[in-house]
């Protein structure tokens, strides 16, 4: 957490998908909630949640690290 700079703490903080790859987890989600996924499209939402766990992980300490920043 120390190699977090506050400027890339800002940056991992505000990552959010892009517009494609939002509307692809979203079908997804709602075809796996429908149990329709075929197991390739269960494979990519794999994918998509590991890497959105990753990144809610990340911005946890990025979080941290700015709440640290912003500490007297």
């Given at each position: 957490m120390d190699s977090f700079t506050p ?26 909630n429908e149990g329709k996924l075929s ?34």
């Amino acid at each position: 957490m120390d190699s977090f700079t506050p400027e890339v703490a800002r940056r991992i903080v505000d990552l959010r998908a892009d517009a494609q790859t939002q509307a692809r987890l979203d079908e997804l989600a709602d075809k796996a909630n429908e149990g329709k996924l075929s197991p390739e499209e269960e494979s990519e939402y794999d994918n998509y949640l590991e890497a959105f766990h990753l990144v809610t992980i990340l911005q946890a300490k990025a979080r941290r690290v700015l709440d640290q920043e912003n500490s007297p």
